[in-house]
């Protein structure tokens, strides 16, 4: 009984000296760091605008927030332009402990852009003669939209070509066209948001046919002469007068008879046409048949070069290759 009564003394007094060793150990240990204050101002901002993050910490050894900010003191505020909704988080620590709290930064979406409501603006409209039977009509807008034309022999058009390809740069071939033939068009387009501009009617004329004939120039001449001189076709000859004169050989090159050649002589001062003068060769010329051409007209001191031009007798131009 004895040994029992002096064991159980043994585990009381280990007992007391375990509980005092822990409450002294409790005692001695320091409280967490608090955060006093932790927000932002203004907590809702619209872009491009910024906020001031304020914090005030007790008892703290570091304290830091994220976001880039990194380590603070444990009082101050700082200016932040976040691009998007965010949160900031401070965290603070000490012997005791760690503590954190989080902000919430709220950023507004952008407005929506106004309504586009403006048509395209149509500039530089004109139309080309690829051929007799086809034509290409160009214009340009301030902003990328679509290519509509309308096109016919008269104002009700009639006929329409299209791209749906938005550009500022438009350009539209139209084919099946007759030839030496005025035709009427408008051009219009559409940006992406449904407003479509129309320019007003314009007309173009296509090419006149091509003769079926060809001829080859083997010579050709121009200069001024008198009238005591021998003289070509064109107007007749006052004596003691100067004339301008064109004159040169042909062979007809065609698969068929060339009974009449209308040959144009055209007085230029530099890119100006000042006058001109027609002679009508009559055939038949057979198929390689070589003839010759000699026009005359009244001088004009200004003139400084002489063609000639050469068309069927339907007046359709004939295709030339020099020798």
């Known amino acids: 009984m004895a040994i029992k009564a002096k064991l159980g003394r043994y585990i009381a007094i280990f007992c007391?000296?375990?509980l005092l060793l822990f409450c002294s150990t409790v005692a001695c240990r320091p409280e967490p760091p608090e955060i006093v204050i932790f927000g932002a101002t203004p907590s809702e901002i619209n872009p491009g605008q910024s906020t001031n993050l304020k914090w005030g910490i007790r008892d703290a050894t570091?304290?830091?927030?994220d976001q880039g900010i990194g380590e603070v003191s444990a009082s101050g505020s700082v200016e932040v332009s976040p691009s998007k909704t965010i949160a900031y988080t401070l965290t603070a620590t000490n012997a005791g402990g760690?503590?954190?709290k989080s902000v919430v930064v709220y950023v507004n979406p952008p407005p929506a852009p106004p309504a586009d409501t403006a048509?395209?603006?149509i500039k530089k409209v004109s139309a080309s003669?690829?051929?007799?039977t086809s034509a290409v009509i160009s214009w340009t807008t301030n902003e990328p939209s679509s290519s509509h034309v309308d096109y016919g022999t008269t104002v009700e058009y009639g006929l329409t070509a299209t791209s749906d390809e938005l550009t500022d740069a438009h350009s539209i071939n139209l084919s099946g066209l007759e030839p030496d033939t005025a035709y009427h068009y408008r051009v219009k387009s559409k940006d992406e948001a449904g407003n479509e501009a129309s320019s007003a009617d314009n007309t173009f004329f296509t090419a006149q046919e091509k003769s079926p004939y060809s001829v080859e120039l083997l010579s050709l001449e121009w200069g001024r002469r008198s009238a005591d001189l021998s003289f070509g076709s064109g107007i007749w000859p006052i004596e003691g007068e100067k004339?301008?004169?064109?004159k040169g050989t042909l062979r007809n090159t065609s698969n068929a008879i060339l009974r009449t050649v209308i040959c144009s002589m055209n007085c230029w001062k530099d890119d100006t046409l000042v006058k001109y003068e027609v002679y009508v060769h009559h055939g038949p010329a057979l198929p390689g048949y070589v003839?010759?051409?000699d026009?005359?007209?009244?001088?004009?001191p200004t003139v400084n070069n002489v063609t000639v031009d050469f068309a069927d007798s339907q007046g359709r131009d004939i295709e030339v290759t020099e020798k």
């Open 129 to 132: 003669s690829e051929s007799d």
């Open 16 to 18: 007391s000296l375990a």
């Open 98 to 100: 760690t503590v954190s």
């Open 291 to 293: 003839f010759d051409f």
């Open 295 to 300: 026009i005359q007209t009244s001088d004009d």
């Open 119 to 121: 048509p395209p603006v």
């Open 243 to 246: 004339y301008l004169f064109v």
């Open 62 to 65: 570091s304290v830091t927030i």
